[in-house]
């Protein structure tokens, strides 16, 4: 008899295959999220030994669950799986894994500790749905170095997500939230009710820690940001970086300042030539996503426990959306779609982009490339005309019910120091002082360093139909405008599945030529009404 390892019905499945009959016994899924595991031989103990990204456990083929023997975080490991395992004996193994602060692959003798050997230190929870591995980089470089604290991660994700259901985690974890279960440290994510949890009383507010914070001095970042995520002066969530999710437009078209309607885009669009298109190929529901997300508390307020989507802007809203259509279909995507792409902007045949403004050069590489003029951070049309959001690449929080607030803060701050904010080089940094940096850096052109360790110059192009258009470096009248745009955002992309499928179930009849786009409004606002007031 031999172990097999198979593939079969969108899971993995491990069993026993008899040689001379050739018949498979005990064919038994692997519990959770199957295909994130590897397989390995076991021990005396253990039939197989199964690892993922978050750490080896020990399973017999046939058990309904497995048993985790290492969880790396736990064990101060900054890598992000195990290779190579071999049994020495049932405390011991040797294995390969990354060590990804050298960047070298090592092979290690681990040993199981025994627990009277370890420190007592007091135990903060961290909970997420999905581990970031920034997140996981710094729990583990915590650990290493506090002496009073010691982080340890709940995963929800890893823990009840499987083939079958990859929202469960997320379902879990705010069922614990609602029923009172707040970790010390929350790793928020698109699927939580933050205003909710929120408007209960469950988040600290973190501005008089960094206030009371003698290395930190709250006037160093970004006060629109801050201000976008506090709730009465109050900071519930801390978001180190961030993008800017928007719609771009050529600044010809839509003039300087940013913001506008539906009506001004219908304006725009019966301008344009018949076949112009005002988005490249983008459906309804993409649509009505994003709108939703980057201005929906333009129409709900969680505070007050009340909404507008019975009003005229909201009405006209749902017009504009039927334009959109309800799928896009392979066959649009053609060769001379693909031959035209890179041109279609800057021709004029799509009038805007949907975009996520990360940093001064890829902002500046859309600008001077798929443009090829200067453009306008327009936003997606709304009600009030401000139709961009601030996207948080990372947001947390800490429990007002935490017995280990000061250990929590030692975490969260180190989130706004220049040690982290200067690392970041995807986003936007909450630092100012770092914002300026990379301001100054646009200004040059991009390096490199050459096999002689010396610091090079390089071009930057846009490719064009097999033609290079060279990007020039960001003048000092860019940058400072770029800069003053970014301090006039003000508000929050927020993503409720909730909201978005309530709307989704009622304006379809209105899409549909069921029922006028007043009515549908109306029922929208009376469901929204009430699910608003069930969940503050």
Do not use: H
């Amino acid at each position: 008899m031999i172990a097999f390892r198979m593939e079969d019905d969108g899971a993995v499945y491990l069993g026993y295959a008899d040689l001379e009959t050739g018949k498979m016994t005990d064919k038994t899924k692997i519990p959770g999220a199957s295909y994130d595991f590897a397989v390995y031989p076991g021990n005396e103990k253990y039939e197989v030994f199964l690892v993922n990204s978050y750490g080896v456990y020990g399973y017999n083929i046939g058990d309904s669950d497995k048993t985790q023997l290492m969880n790396f975080v736990d064990s101060d490991l900054d890598s992000y799986g195990l290779y190579n395992l071999i049994t020495i004996n049932d405390q011991e193994f040797f294995a390969t894994y990354d060590d990804q602060e050298n960047y070298e692959t090592c092979i290690g003798r681990f040993s199981k500790v025994d627990p009277k050997d370890i420190k007592d230190k007091k135990v903060i929870t961290l909970a997420c749905a999905g581990l970031d591995w920034d997140i996981r980089n710094s729990v583990v470089k915590f650990n290493k170095s506090n002496e009073e604290y010691r982080i340890t991660i709940q995963d929800y994700a890893s823990v009840y997500n499987s083939e079958s259901d990859y929202e469960a985690g997320i379902t879990r974890l705010n069922t614990d939230i609602a029923s009172g279960k707040v970790p010390d440290i929350l790793v928020i994510n698109d699927s939580m009710p933050v205003e909710s949890y929120i408007s209960k009383g469950l988040f600290e507010d973190l501005k008089p820690y960094i206030e009371k914070d003698e290395e930190l001095d709250i006037t160093n970042y970004m006060p629109n940001v801050l201000e976008a995520y506090s709730v009465d002066g109050k900071l519930y969530r801390l978001v180190p970086y961030y993008t800017i999710n928007t719609l771009i437009a050529k600044t010809s078209d839509v003039g300087q300042e940013r913001g506008w309607t539906v009506q001004d885009v219908n304006e725009l669009m019966s301008t344009k030539p018949e076949d112009a298109m005002f988005l490249n190929y983008v459906d309804r529901r993409t649509m009505l996503l994003y709108c939703m997300s980057s201005a929906g508390d333009q129409y709900v307020d969680w505070e007050n426990g009340t909404c507008s989507f019975d009003t005229d802007s909201f009405i006209e809203m749902l017009d504009f959306l039927k334009q959109f259509p309800e799928t896009i279909g392979d066959d649009m995507y053609t060769d001379e779609y693909w031959e035209n792409y890179d041109s279609m902007w800057r021709e004029g045949k799509v009038v805007a982009m949907m975009y996520n403004v990360s940093g001064f050069r890829d902002y500046q590489y859309v600008q001077q490339g798929t443009f090829g003029e200067p453009v306008t951070m327009i936003g997606y049309p709304t009600g009030n005309g401000d139709g961009s959001a601030i996207m948080p690449a990372l947001q947390m929080a800490m429990s007002a019910k935490s017995s280990c607030k000061e250990g929590a803060w030692q975490f969260l701050r180190y989130y706004l120091t220049d040690e982290y904010q200067d690392a970041v080089t995807y986003g936007l940094p909450l630092s100012i002082k770092k914002l300026d940096s990379m301001g100054e850096e646009s200004m040059k052109k991009p390096t490199y360093t050459d096999e002689n360790g010396n610091e090079v110059e390089s071009e930057d192009y846009y490719y064009l139909g097999g033609v290079e258009i060279p990007i020039n470096p960001m003048t000092k009248e860019e940058v400072e405008n770029f800069k003053k745009t970014l301090y006039s955002f003000n508000q929050v992309y927020n993503y409720d599945e909730n909201l978005i499928q309530i709307i989704e179930e009622e304006a379809a009849a209105f899409f549909n030529g069921q029922k006028s786009a007043k009515d549908v409004a109306a029922i929208i606002q009376s469901r929204v009404k009430i699910y608003v007031n069930e969940n503050r």
